[in-house]
Structures are given as C-alpha cells and as structure tokens.
C-alpha cells in the first residue's frame, strides 16, 4: 500500500546439510520434488507459498517474475530447472535475492516459509570454507530478524549434540520464536523405550521446557518410484509415530508433539496466531496512513482553491505574511525548531563556503589579519574569549544573540594597516593660506587609512548579518510545520500550519516568498551599512569630539573597599580623581601641543602623532565594536522584523509564475486522483484486516 511494506512474521527453515530439510518441506507442500542445484546445494533463499486448494488435482505451481512483477505459471519439472539454475547462477557465491514459488494443491499446508541454505558440517578446500562462510552469514542475517520465526531441523537423537539449535540460542536465547522439528525419528525407534520415552521426548534436560518441539518421521523409499501417493505415505508415517511412541508409554503429555499431522495442525494454528499478533501494528500503521491521506487531500483541496486564478496574488500575499509572522516569533526563540541549527564553528565555515560561492566578501576580509586561518579563529574564540554556546547548535534568536558576540569580536580586530613615515606627515601639512594645526593633520592621517578598515570589518558584520537572515527560511517553514500537534500549539494561529502545507508543497509560491525575504534582506543591509559608513565617517572627520567624555576612576581596588572605603582608600580615590578631572580629549590636547613643530624634531613628531592616532582609533574602533550589537538590532534586525509583513503584502507575480501556478492546478488534480484512490485501498486494507483480526483473534 503506497509502496510501503509492512513486517509480516514468516517461518524460516534452517539446518544442517542432509537433515532432511528438504523432505520437511515436500510433506509441507503435499508432493515430492527437488530443486536441482548441483553439488555446491542451494546459495539463495527460496520463498516458498503453499496454499490449500480442496479438489485441486494436478497441484499448480508458479513462479513469481522480479522484472515483470507477476507470477507465471509453468510445470512442475520446469519450476525445479529454473530453480535449479538460480542457484547454479551464483557459482562459489550465495545471494540475498530470493526465488519465490507458489504451490497450490489439495494437500498443501497453508502457510509460507523461506528455504535458506544449509549450514556446512566441513569444507574439504579453502573455496568450501569460504562458501560455508558465506551461507553462515546469509542464514544468521534471516535468523537475527525478530518477524521470523526459526524452524529448526535436526535429527531424531541427543539433544546435547544439536548445533542448529545452539545457533538459534544465540540469537533467540528464550527461545520465543524457535520451533526444533526432530526428524527422521523412525530411525531412532530402537533407542526408545518405556524407561527413557518421555525423558527424550522431554529432551534429557538439554531443551528448556517452554520450546516448541516435534518428533517426526518423513516418507522415504527405495527405487525412483513411489509404492504409495505421497499423501498416503505421509500419513502412514505419522500414524506409525504416534502409535509407536504411545506403544512405548508416551504420556498424554507429550503425545501432541508426535508426528506430522500434529506438526502440521501446530503449523497453521501458529501462523494465524502470529499473523493475528502482527495486526495491531499493521491496524495502527494502515488507520495512520489513511489519516495522513485525508489530512493530504485537505491540503490539496485547500492549495487548489488557493491558486484559482482569481486569487492567485491574494493568496501568494497571505502565505507570506503568515512565513513573516512566524519569522517574528521563531526570532523570538522557538525550541521546536531543529531545522538547519549549527554550532558556532558550523556557522563560520557554511559563511566561508558561501562567500567563496558568491565573491560576498574577498578572502582577507574574512579573516582577522592577526589568524593566519580559520581554524586559529575559531580555537580563539573558543579558548580565548569563551564565546558563549561555541559549541551548542542554535538557530533563530539564540542563534542570533552568539552571532552577535561573534562580530563584536571581529571588529576589535580592526587596525590602521600601516606605520606613519615623515613622508606622510610632510604630505598632511601640505601647503596651505591658512595655518595648519597639529588636529587638522591628524584628522587628515585618520581619514587616510583608518575609514577602510572599519568599513572592512562592518562590511563583514553586514554580511553576515546578510547570511544569517538567509538561512532562516527553512528554519521558519520548519518551525510552522512544527506547531501541529506540539504543545505550544494553542498557542499560535491554526493558520501557520496549514499556510506552511501550502508553502512547503507549492514550489512556486515558495520561490516567490523566499526572493521577496532575500530581496528585504539585502535592501536592510545595505541601509545598514550605509549608516555605519556615514557614522563612522562623522567620526573620523571629527576625532577628538567623541572624545569629550572619559570614564570616571573607581573608588578602590576591590569590592569591599567600593561598599565601604577606609580612610587610606578614600585619601587615594581623592588623588586618583583629581588627575582623572581632565577627559580623554583634554590629555589628547595636551599631548598635540607637545608635538614639536622643528624640523630638526620631525621623527619625534612622527612618533607622536602615530601614538595619538592609534589612540584615537582604538576609542573609535571601541565604540564601533560597544555599539554593533545596539546598531544590528536597531538598524537590520528590527526593521526586518517590523517590515517583512509589508514586504510580503507588496509581492507581484509575473507571467511565468502565473504559468507555473496554472501547471501546479493540474498536478494537484493528479494528486488528488492519487490520493483518492490510494484512499479506497486503505479502506479496503482496513475493513479486510479487522475482519481477519475478529475471525482469527489475537493481537490487542
């Protein structure tokens, strides 16, 4: 259903090499045959089905196609040679693909089983022991899977001596799903007598009281051909094993587990039992699929009256304001939402990858020029700063806030790029009709160098900014997706999932919300870069301005002394104050009137002014990293946020997405058709089941 398959339990036939395995299942089927696999034995496993047809004389025998898909129906002595080539197709080697044959007959037993290769008791060369190898591995692959059941065939003997069931022990160690079938018990008759019956019939204590366990003898006969119908025969033998056995003072106890018959009975009540047991999961998955394909079809339903062609627009506009909404609150934070969370290394390198993709941001702007490469970055930010959440994977708002540290970083990484020469100098003071003073220089040197290094580092906030908004897309569709059946649920529009449906299936409609949000994002970042090179070049131009206020000195030197001063700390703190009145500009001023303006004291001059330009640019480039977080939410973040509604509610379509919304209306057409039909076979899926499940009983 739906290309699905289900587990369905199915009977297993292991076992040694000439312990009559074969012969098991020709009584099972009704009729002698043998698959003709030459002298390496069967190397793939055989399904077999056999279903009871009263009446039905010849038996009718298929095998199913793997190309075609079909069964096809041939003679019996055809079915064995194309088994037999099966096998003989895979040479030394032994293969997982089975050959599936259906047999249909008035003796058959009613039920299905996989034919597995035997296990080699010895291999005489190395070619053998690697074959044997390889059908131990084929077979144990079958026995570790919990849907089948294990038919475990051994000679009638001492349970001590039995190997298969010591390799069912392994992997079914209570035995719960191990059938043991001693076979060939006709040969063992002599060893039984009244004193031992019913302690070998118990297993001398070697087998656990609560595993299945039958003793059976099969036809056999000298010559080619039959002296009896097969049917005859098998009946014969086990007649002749409860009659003898009871002879032999068999209890009551243990008669029920003495020859074919009773084996087979055992057989078909078992696997009604387990089909019975295997159907409340089955029940549950088939009802789930019929409620995902009603729940499909009213999306369908609800995106075909969407892209009607009347309100194609209305209907693009609705859904993106519904994804700009649930943006909003997945930046708020939202802990449902796993989609496309990363660690802070994570980040970095999906950042570098994408700026090499798209020339974004050149090579040396990615990195601080202080880190020959990534890796060294990272390591700082993780062992040095200790970036919060380095190493949680976060996305939306959390995401956001690391971010934010992350650049902040960065941009106190920003430098001037170059010592100052008196070539430099002598070029500031130029010539000029008026004076030209010591902070008219300085401003001059800043403006030559400092301004495109801040703007680097900006551009590499504003990028990533840029970025980050990018890969939330997914992340918001994901998030609403999400809200379904969650427990946060009631707590936002029944709208947000449905649009989400409609958004995650239409392609088109997605496309168009996604350039619209791309399209926002880029204008906010180039806004915000536009304002910080405005700000910082009003900074720059005016150096010593922002300068005017300095920081007030602590009171002492520690946390008692602020809370409460000692007379020797209080004598300090006055002193301390008295030479901090003057403000960071104040001690700049001083410090230019001291520049000599003799030429024969130009190098110390320059050393001066390179001294004062690099403290002035350190205070501004503080202020820049102070401020990034204050100005990214101010000036990208919230506006992004308060604006996408408005985005969203001014999308156009153009003719081709127009188009594709018209092809999109006949796939939903087709899906529905699908959907539909796949509806009717649940249907009957279900009804056909449940009728099994109260014929037959089991399973809760």
């Not at 196609?65 to 037999?84: A, C, F, H, R, T």
């Not at 079914?172 to 799903?177: G, H, S």
């Not at 950042?351 to 990272?378: G, M």
Request: net charge negative.
């Amino acid at each position: 259903v739906d290309n699905l398959t289900f587990p369905i339990p199915q009977f297993i036939v292991i076992g040694k090499q000439s312990v009559g395995k074969s012969r098991l299942i020709e009584a099972l089927a009704g009729e002698p045959f043998n698959f003709v696999s030459g002298s390496l034995g069967s190397r793939r496993p055989t399904v077999l089905e056999f279903r009871n047809v009263p009446g039905l004389q010849p038996s009718r025998w298929s095998v199913f196609d793997e190309n075609l898909k079909q069964w096809s129906n041939y003679p019996v002595v055809q079915v064995m040679q194309i088994v037999g080539n099966a096998h003989e197709a895979c040479g030394t080697n032994v293969s997982e693909l089975p050959i599936r044959v259906k047999v249909e007959g008035a003796d058959c037993t009613d039920l299905g089983l996989v034919d597995l290769p035997g296990f080699r008791s010895y291999a005489k060369d190395a070619a053998m022991m690697d074959l044997s190898a390889k059908i131990d591995k084929l077979v144990f692959k079958f026995m570790n899977d919990e849907n089948n059941v294990m038919l475990c065939v051994e000679e009638a003997g001492d349970a001590a001596g039995f190997a298969t069931l010591g390799r069912c022990r392994q992997v079914d160690p209570c035995y719960k799903r191990t059938i043991l079938i001693r076979n060939k018990l006709d040969k063992y008759y002599g060893d039984l007598t009244p004193e031992n019956i019913n302690k070998w019939l118990e297993g001398f204590g070697d087998l656990p009281a609560n595993l299945a366990r039958f003793a059976v003898s099969l036809p056999h006969w000298s010559g080619d051909a039959m002296p009896k119908p097969f049917g005859v025969l098998r009946q014969e033998c086990s007649d002749c094993d409860i009659s003898t056995l009871t002879a032999k003072g068999a209890s009551a106890k243990y008669k029920m587990t003495i020859g074919f018959q009773n084996f087979r009975t055992f057989m078909e009540v078992k696997i009604q039992q387990l089909f019975a047991d295997a159907l409340a999961p089955l029940l549950m998955r088939l009802k789930t699929l019929k409620e995902d394909h009603e729940t499909r079809l009213v999306v369908i339903k609800q995106e075909s009256e969407t892209i009607n062609e009347d309100n194609i627009l209305h209907a693009t506009r609705s859904a993106g304001i519904t994804f700009a909404q649930s943006f909003n609150f997945l930046m708020e934070g939202a802990l449902s939402s796993e989609h496309n969370r990363r660690t802070m290394e994570e980040e970095l390198r999906a950042f570098h990858q994408y700026c090499a993709r798209t020339d974004a941001l050149k090579e040396d702007e990615l990195i601080p020029e202080t880190f020959k490469d990534l890796d060294a970055y990272v390591q700082y930010l993780r062992d040095t700063v200790k970036l919060p959440a380095m190493d949680v994977s976060l996305n939306g708002g959390a995401q956001f806030r690391r971010l934010m540290y992350e650049v902040e970083v960065f941009t106190r990484f920003a430098g001037l790029g170059k010592k100052l020469e008196k070539a430099d100098v002598i070029q500031a003071r130029g010539s000029s009709l008026r004076e030209v003073t010591w902070q008219d220089i300085i401003t001059t040197l800043m403006l030559q160098n400092a301004p495109g290094h801040m703007r680097s580092k900006t551009k590499y906030v504003g990028e990533r900014l840029k970025f980050f908004f990018s890969e939330q897309k997914e992340a918001t569709v994901e998030f609403m997706m999400g809200l379904r059946g969650s427990p946060e649920e009631h707590m936002f529009s029944r709208l947000i999932p449905k649009q989400a449906q409609v958004i995650q299936r239409n392609e088109t409609m997605k496309k168009c919300i996604y350039e619209a949000f791309d399209k926002a994002c880029e204008g906010h970042r180039d806004r915000f870069m536009q304002m910080w090179c405005d700000f910082m070049d009003s900074m720059f131009q005016s150096p010593l301005m922002l300068l005017k206020t300095g920081s007030m000195p602590r009171i002492g030197g520690g946390y008692e002394e602020e809370i409460a001063p000692t007379f020797e700390s209080t004598k300090a703190r006055i002193n301390q104050e008295r030479r901090g009145r003057g403000t960071l500009q104040t001690q700049l001023r001083e410090k230019i009137k001291q520049i000599p303006d003799d030429d024969q004291y130009a190098n110390q001059a320059v050393v001066m002014v390179q001294d004062i330009i690099e403290q002035t640019f350190g205070v501004i480039r503080s202020v820049v990293a102070d401020h990034m977080q204050l100005y990214s939410e101010s000036f990208f973040l919230l506006p992004m946020l308060r604006r996408l509604e408005g985005v969203m509610s001014e999308m156009e379509l153009d003719d081709q997405d127009r188009m594709k919304y018209g092809a999109r209306k006949t796939v939903l057409e087709d899906e529905k058709q699908a959907s539909e039909s796949i509806m009717g076979d649940l249907v009957w899926c279900i009804d056909s089941v449940q009728k099994f499940k109260l014929t037959c009983g089991g399973g809760h």
